[in-house]
Each structure stands twice: as C-alpha cells, then as structure tokens.
C-alpha cells in the first residue's frame, strides 16, 4: 500500500466510549494527543491508544451475519474507507487530518465475552481486520477528513573502518556487502531505505562522533565493520562499548561460535551488538566472509529488536 493508492481514502466516522469492553458512539470530532483521544477509555501511554477499522470489512462482515452494524459498533475509534488497513505494516506512518499515527498492532486476541459483539452474534470482525496505532502528532479529527499512508522507513549508517580503505589504497568491499543486505530486508519487509554509508580510519575519536551523530539523528541501527580483531588498530568494540547503554551478547556469541566450529579463527573476533539510545548497533568484522556469516543471523532478529527499543509489543 503507497500514498498512491491510498489517495481516496477518507474518515467516515469517528467514535469513543467512557468505558472499555464496550462499544463506541459516533462523535462530531474526536482530538488526539499524546496519549490518544481525548475522553476515550482506550488513551494512556501504550501502544493500542487508536483503532481503526474499514467500512469495507465491516460491510463483508454484516452481510456474513445477514445484519447491519453501526460506526464504532466494534469499538473501532477511526472507521475508514477506501484504503486497505490490512496492507499496512507495523511502523507504517498514517497521516489523518492534521494528526499523524504509527502503526503498531495488526489485529488482536479476541475478548471472546467481554466484547459486546461476539456476545450478540457469537464473533467480531475486528480482532481480524482492525488495526491500532499510537499518536505521534496530535490534532483534531472529524469525518470526511482525508487518510494517507506512507511506508515505515528504515534508517541506518554502515560505517567502515579502514585506514586502507579511507587512504583510497583499498576498496572497500564489506560495507557495500552490508547494503546489499540491508536493502534486501527492507525489500522484503516492505519498508524503504534510507541507508548512509561512510568510511573512516580506525580512530577511536572519529568512530565515536560517528554513532553518536547516528543516535543524535535516532538512526534505526548503525553497523560498523572493521576493527573487531586483536590488533593494535583494532578499537571498534571498545568505542561501541563505550557508547552504548545496552548489551545484545547472544547474537554475536551465537555466530562466533557457529563459525568457530568451521574456523577456529572466527572465535578471535570482538563483534559487539549494542543498544545506544534509541539505535541498534552491531559492531561486524571487516571482510565480505564475515558480512556474509554475521548479517543472516542478525537479520533474524532485527525487526523484533527495532520494535522491543520502540516499546512495541508484537507478540
């Protein structure tokens, strides 16, 4: 799904309730804020602070049941139409009038008897085709006003350690290895890429300002490659350490000893994975090999990672 084709998408109805467990009335306007709709049972600081759900899936739904429902019947905030909420993707961005929302949740466990439609015909369409969203700007809606969705963007640094490499003797091969990658996961993920790339000697000063420059800009995940051996210009995991405010020792420990069991050299790497604020950092070796034995397994992953940093609950 792309602003394209999202474009007639619009707000047919909007709706709260004082209590959950029950449904929603109609509203003039609902007005968002930090902690979702103002005077709906469902605000607070977690991720489920508005539901949205299609006329289109509702419409399928009742004429499944031989029955019409009302907007906000199944307890849905926002009802839409003309765009396909299930084509959405966790981290999608959903402008909404003057609002913006995150997408955060696709469907949910059904409350079975505590929902007050599966208590009059026996299931509900909205644990299967409703999604929820947190509010990342503010703003008043009403009906009428127009949906457009763009794609979650993947931001990330690669940086390459190399005084070879940063002095043009050397071409660098790993971190276009690590691109290649990573452009392959936001493909099949289906988000887009917005992916820098720099190379750099092995100097502790100009790596530090690096990542720190990467959790400034709240980058997704920076990865270095270089600099994990025990040479003496090896220093990216010091610095990485150095930084960080979270350790992620089993992915690295898992591919060192996995590689170590075909190479036993591969046990002399220093490779680091790290939280540093809101950024993942995994610190690579710096070969195309080692970019091609570490990168699947921190890919496996990565997302669920990216969502635990955001306090997003995919389970």
Not at 223 to 238: A, F, L, M, S
Not at 265 to 289: E, I
Request: net charge negative; with cysteine.
């Amino acid at each position: 799904m792309s602003e394209e084709n999202s474009k007639n998408a619009v707000v047919v109805s909007v709706n709260t309730s004082p209590e959950t467990g029950t449904t929603k009335t109609p509203v003039p306007k609902i007005v968002l804020n930090e902690t979702g709709i103002v005077g709906d049972a469902h605000a607070g600081t977690w991720h489920r602070q508005v539901s949205l759900l299609a006329t289109e899936s509702i419409d399928r739904f009742g004429a499944s049941m031989n029955r019409t429902f009302a907007f906000g019947e199944f307890a849905e905030n926002i009802t839409t139409r003309g765009i396909d909420l299930l084509a959405s993707k966790i981290g999608d961005r959903l402008s909404v009038g003057p609002a913006e929302l995150e997408v955060t949740q696709i469907g949910k466990k059904c409350h079975g008897g505590a929902c007050a439609i599966y208590q009059q015909v026996g299931q509900c369409v909205m644990p299967r085709e409703g999604i929820f969203c947190r509010v990342l700007r503010g703003g008043e809606i009403k009906a009428d006003d127009a949906i457009h969705h763009r794609r979650r963007i993947l931001h990330c640094r690669i940086i390459t350690l190399s005084d070879r490499a940063y002095r043009g003797e050397y071409e660098d091969r790993s971190g276009p290895r690590v691109l290649e990658f990573m452009n392959t996961f936001c493909e099949t993920a289906g988000w887009q890429a917005n992916i820098l790339c720099q190379v750099i000697p092995d100097e502790a000063v100009q790596l530090e300002s690096a990542l720190l420059a990467a959790k400034a800009a709240e980058m997704d995940v920076a990865i270095t490659t270089g600099g994990t051996g025990i040479g003496p210009r090896d220093i990216t995991p010091e610095v990485v350490l150095k930084v960080a405010d979270k350790t992620i020792p089993g992915i690295m420990d898992q591919v060192r000893l996995a590689c170590g069991e075909r190479n036993p050299n591969a046990l002399l790497s220093r490779s680091v994975a790290t939280v540093m604020g809101r950024t993942l950092v995994y610190a690579l070796p710096g070969s195309v090999k080692a970019v091609d034995e570490y990168m699947p397994e921190l890919l496996k992953t990565f997302e669920h990672a990216l969502f635990m940093i955001r306090g997003l609950d995919t389970h």
